[in-house]
Structures are given as C-alpha cells and as structure tokens.
C-alpha cells in the first residue's frame, strides 16, 4: 500500500540509534542499521534489479542527522559517512509497514553469506 503523505511525527532517538516515524495512531520504531542496509541509495541498492549490494558490519551504525528533501523524502546521515540516499515518504511507510520480513530476509541473506553479525 503507498503512502505518498509524510509520517505525522519524527522523532531521532540517537542514544537508541533508531528511528521513529509516526502514522496517525501508530508508532514504527526503525533501527539505524536497518535503514542503512535498506538505504535506496546505488551503493547498496545497485543500477538495476538482481544487483543489491548486501551490507555487512553495520550493526553498530547511528544516525547523526536527518534533513527534509522538499516535499517528498528524508535524507539520512549515517555515521559511517553513508548519506546518498533519498528516503521517500512511500518507501519509509513501506519499510515501517514490512519491517519484520524486510528484516528477516536480511537476516537470511547474511547467514547465506556466511556473516555472523555482531551484537
């Protein structure tokens, strides 16, 4: 389902180094390195479908800023220096939204990998 409209409240919460957007009556609380594995950006997403970048050792990756993109997205500075992607209102709702099978396929793709993350 797309939601093209902004969450109605954004809270970084940067001790917890998460995330939180705000839909009418719910709440999603998103982990930084959940975003950052999810980042739309071509560093992890890749140029084209089949070419997703699997990112690895950001378990411990914060959030230092996070900046408006006129009507339309979020840009989020993470503190490993990644900051490229465009977060879109209808992509934040669908990572809020789908989390627990985003996560779990990320969860997948590691151990396919052969990578123990680190808590």
């Known amino acids: 389902m ?10 970084l ?3 917890s180094k998460s995330l939180e957007l705000t839909y009418g009556d719910t709440s ?8 950052r594995v999810y980042s739309p950006s071509a560093e992890v997403q890749g140029h084209g479908p089949g070419q997703e970048i699997l990112q690895t050792n ?3 990756v914060g959030i230092s800023q996070i ?6 997205a979020l840009k989020i500075h993470f503190d490993d220096g990644h900051n490229t992607g465009l ?11 789908e989390h627990d099978t985003h996560w779990q396929d ?10 123990q993350r680190q808590n």
């Open 2 to 11: 797309a939601n093209t409209n902004p969450p109605t409240g954004i809270t």
């Open 13 to 15: 919460h940067k001790k």
């Open 28 to 35: 999603y609380n998103l982990s930084a390195e959940y975003l």
């Open 58 to 60: 950001k378990e411990h």
């Open 67 to 72: 900046e408006p993109v006129g009507h339309y």
């Open 87 to 97: 977060f879109s209102w209808d992509y934040l709702y669908k990572l809020s939204t």
């Open 106 to 115: 990320y969860l997948n793709r590691l151990q396919q990998a052969g990578y």
